[in-house]
C-alpha cells in the first residue's frame, strides 16, 4: 500500500509507485499508472486509463479526463481541465532508433506548461516547448503548435486565435482594449497580445 494512500482515494485497478507525491482529497480512476517521482496536488481528479510519469507536475484541482498521458517536462498548473484523449508530446524530432538518453546531441525533451485555469478540449494535440496561457482554452481537436496568450481561445489546425474567454469560461467582447463579462462581471484589459484581468 502506497503510504500516502490514506489521504486520497485510489481504485483498486491503478498502480501507484512507491516515491509519487499526491495531494490530499485526490480521486484516481480505474487503470491509471502513476510512476516514482510524478506530483500530484489536492482535490485533483484522473480520470480513468491515465498516466502520470515521473518528471510530471500536477497543480491542486487539476482534473484529466480518460486515455490522457503525462510525460516528463510536462507541467499542468492548479485547476488545469485536459480533455479526453488530448494528447501531449515532449520530443520534437523523435527517432527509436537515437533515443535522447543516449544521443543527446540530436536534441532534447522540450518542456510544455499549462497555466493555471487553462481548458484543453477533447483530442487536442499539444507540441512540446510552447506554454498555454492563464485561463487560455483550446479547442477539441486543436494542434497548439505556438504559445498561447492569458485568456486565448485557440482552435483549428494548426491553432490560431479566435477569441478571448474569461476566467468562468464564457467570451468576452473587447471594446477599445477593455471588456467585462457579462455572466460574471468580471473587468479585464488589453494591450498589444497581453490580457488580464482588472483587480
Known amino acids: 500500500m502506497h503510504p500516502q494512500k490514506n489521504k486520497f482515494w485510489v481504485h ?3 498502480e501507484i509507485q512507491e516515491g509519487a507525491k499526491i495531494g490530499k482529497g485526490t480521486k484516481i480512476w480505474q487503470n491509471c499508472q502513476i510512476l516514482k517521482g510524478a506530483k500530484i496536488g489536492e482535490h485533483c481528479s484522473i480520470g480513468h486509463n491515465c498516466f502520470v510519469s515521473s518528471k510530471a507536475k500536477l497543480g491542486n484541482g487539476v482534473k484529466l479526463e480518460s486515455n ?10 492548479d485547476y488545469v481541465f485536459v480533455g479526453p484523449s488530448a494528447v501531449f508530446t515532449n520530443d520534437k524530432n523523435p527517432r527509436a532508433k537515437y533515443p535522447k538518453s543516449k544521443y543527446p546531441k540530436y536534441g532534447r525533451w522540450l518542456p510544455t ?3 493555471e485555469g487553462a481548458t484543453i478540449g477533447a483530442n487536442a ?3 512540446c516547448g510552447n506554454t498555454i496561457g492563464k485561463c487560455a482554452m483550446v479547442g477539441a481537436g486543436a494542434v497548439v503548435s505556438k504559445n498561447i ?5 485557440a482552435v ?3 491553432m490560431k486565435i479566435v ?5 468562468c469560461g464564457n467570451k468576452l467582447k473587447f471594446r477599445k482594449n477593455k471588456a467585462i463579462c457579462k455572466i460574471c462581471k ?3 484589459k488589453q494591450k498589444g497580445d497581453k490580457t488580464w484581468q482588472i483587480k
Open 186 to 188: 468580471r473587468s479585464y
Open 156 to 158: 483549428g489546425i494548426p
Open 68 to 77: 490522457i498521458d503525462i510525460w516528463d517536462l510536462i507541467t499542468l498548473e
Open 125 to 127: 494535440t499539444i507540441i
Open 163 to 167: 477569441g478571448w474567454v474569461c476566467e
Open 149 to 153: 496568450p492569458d485568456y486565448a481561445i
Open 12 to 14: 483498486k485497478t491503478a
Open 113 to 115: 506548461i499549462v497555466k
